[in-house]
């Protein structure tokens, strides 16, 4: 078992990325691209299997992960960089309206313009339906709103209440939430980011798995002495134990799904961070690609506006080995062209924005604390 990187005193500063949660981020899109191929291809006898009835359970973790890693991803980032106010806001905005204008373009409603323009109810209601990526964007808006203004002293605590009370919160509120919606006059688009059908990730109760990744974020760095595969284990045997508790059994059925989520996310972080260090490294360009793999894959999945995907070309028909050998292939095209798009067009990107919302390059701040972030006289620059 690899141990933790201890930084010495006189260490540089340098803005450095930690190795460990770009890879659990990499392990999060790997297993979100294999799970929407197979979703789009197997058939239905292959779906039958009791080994993909136990796989299908475990997949439903992927997304939470995805959001979980985002969460921690942003957390260090801001207590790295030691921005506040609206330096936060500047930072993060952007990185807000990116992600939203991604999940826009991925529901363009091609096939059917004229409803578009026509206003017609369904096509608005697949076009602002909240996946993923609007998820994320979410949870970075709302952490960027509450975690701007904490002040330095005390600020780790601050957050841990924070994400504590929106994980209790969230989960709870939800049907409340949707049963007082269509009673009420709201604009479409609210509903649908909140909690209305077809959203697949609605903000209530999803976007609480973001701050999962404050809680993971937090915990690693008080925790600084025990590996942190140990860390995460441990946080969601403290679910485990909770669920199995007399209160976990007072429950509704749908929170305990939600935590039960939550206590599964856990360890599969612990266990992405035992990798060894040489394969953390190797996976660690494809968690920082992580925004366009998955960009990328979804059309090749699903289709896109008026573009056939592997859905409508091959549709579910496919065995497991079949569509496990597809799915090795899709991961193969979108791990490569989401790597070659982060090294040539997310430099545009970034200047872009720069140009702007006038923000400017992180400053050099201490490195993020991850057992893969460098090996003594290796330059650790991701």
């Known amino acids: 078992m690899s141990q933790p990187i201890r930084m010495s005193p006189t260490a540089p500063a340098s803005p450095q990325r ?84 991604c999940g826009v373009a991925l529901r363009w409603p091609g096939w059917d313009l004229w409803g578009l323009v026509t206003f017609q109810r369904p096509v608005w209601e697949h076009l602002l339906a909240f996946d993923a990526l609007h998820c994320v964007a979410g949870g970075v808006l709302l952490a960027a709103l509450l975690f701007a203004w904490l002040p330095p002293r005390g600020a780790r605590a601050l957050r841990v209440g924070i994400a504590l009370s929106i994980l209790v919160l969230f989960p709870w509120v939800s049907p409340a939430l949707a049963s007082w919606m269509p009673k009420h006059a709201l604009a479409l688009p609210l509903s649908e980011a909140l909690v209305s059908l077809p959203s697949p990730f609605p903000l209530f109760p999803w976007a609480a798995y973001f701050f999962c990744g404050v809680l993971l974020r937090e915990a690693l760095e008080a925790a600084r002495k025990v590996h942190p595969a140990v860390v995460a284990v441990g946080m969601g045997l403290v679910v485990m134990g909770f669920l199995y508790s007399p209160l976990g059994g007072l429950l509704r059925e749908d929170v305990q799904q939600f935590y039960w989520r939550m206590a599964l996310m856990f360890p599969v972080a612990g266990v992405a961070l035992l990798l060894p ?23 090749i999945a699903y289709g896109w506006s008026t573009y056939p995907g592997l859905m409508a070309r091959v549709g579910q028909t496919l065995s497991f080995g079949q569509g496990f050998l597809l799915a090795l292939g899709v991961l193969a095209v979108s791990v490569t062209a989401a790597l070659w798009a982060k ?31 460098s090996r003594p006289g290796a330059d650790a620059h991701s």
């Open 277 to 299: 260090q040489s394969v953390a490294t190797r996976l660690a360009p494809v968690g920082r690609a992580s925004l366009w793999a998955y960009v990328l894959h979804l059309p």
């Open 18 to 101: 930690s190795v460990a949660l770009d890879a659990v981020r990499a392990v999060a899109v790997i297993a979100m691209v294999i799970g929407h191929t197979l979703d789009a291809t197997l058939s239905p006898a292959a779906r039958a299997a009791h080994a993909v009835q136990v796989y299908w359970e475990f997949r439903g973790i992927t997304a939470p992960l995805f959001l979980c890693v985002a969460g921690w991803a942003m957390t260090a980032a801001i207590a790295r960089s030691g921005r506040s106010g609206m330096e936060v806001l500047r930072r993060y905005l952007p990185r807000v309206a990116l992600l939203l204008a």
């Open 343 to 373: 090294r040539h067009v997310s430099p545009l990107k970034k200047r872009l924005f720069e140009r702007l919302f006038e923000t400017e390059g992180s400053p050099a701040v201490a490195p993020e604390f991850s057992p893969h972030l």
